[in-house]
């Protein structure tokens, strides 16, 4: 029989504004040494801020956004929302033809004829796009229109104020090693796992190779140690499940990513993942 003490810590993680699905996933949160994050939307704001536009010869920054706006239309990636947003004109959603969102890679859509291409240096590698290869900082969108390469725009991010923080409790609370996880340039990727003061940071990750990871994160721990994975669901319904606690942020997170989580954070605050393993320890403290 499940103890009493349980249901109790269960109340008391929802008072924090964690909801925790079974009282095996509140004694898990307990022997939890490796915590991994995905990055987009779960360390930082996922608010993206298209900051610059830069069109190849010959193209205006308007028709470059307007590419972009016109291949972004139907994606829900935060990306995709900053560049509507950034794009001040209307896009007529009958001119669409096929429509075709290639996770990890971007974007591939007929516009009245034209075929655009959007999304990151894998893609454009493997349509065979011959792009820029100049540094930037943030994350950067290729475009293509007709097999031609178009430009680039390149849009940020920010850390989420309490990101910091929460990487310091979870150390104080007993996690051994902290991870991201992130389909992002392996240059945003060591901006943002130094800022944090990350164990380990892997970039240009496809969602197969993030599971890929987890499976070898899990390999090296202990039998009893858990394995946590945090994430918005965008595209990472698949580790979500793999991990030994899988935890969605309930406030970006889709309904699916809600619904494979064992945890849910009510709020998209990384220190409630904090407050849940406080509330964890103390519920063990009680029932033993
Ligand atoms: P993260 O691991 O940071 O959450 P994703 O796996 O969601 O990132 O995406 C990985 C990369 O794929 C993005 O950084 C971007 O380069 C590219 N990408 C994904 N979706 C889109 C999109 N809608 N438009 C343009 N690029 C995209
Ligand atoms: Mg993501």
Redesign the pocket.
Known sequence: SIPLGFFGGIGGASRNGVLVKGGNYLEALNNVKIAVF?????L?K?VFKVTSVVPREGLTREALLEYAAY??IH??????RS?QEAHQGKVDEQKIETYE???????KVRVAGQEIL??????MDKEGIEHGKEKVLG???HLAVDGQYAGHIVISDEVKEDSAGAMRQLKELGVEKLVM?????RE?GQAVGNSLGLDEVHAE???HQ?VEQVERLSREKGPKDKLLFV??G???APVLARADIGVAMGGLGSDAAIEAADVVLMTDEPTKLAAAIKVAQRTRSIVW
Request: no cysteine; hydrophobic share 35%; charged share 20%.
């Open positions: 995905d990055k987009t939307g779960t930082t996922g291949a972004e994606s829900n990636h935060p990306i995709a560049i969102e290639i996770s990890g890679h971007g974007i959007a999304g990151n240096v894998k893609l994350t950067v969108v996880l992130t389909g992002d340039s945003v990750l496809l969602p993030k994430g918005d965008i595209n990472d």
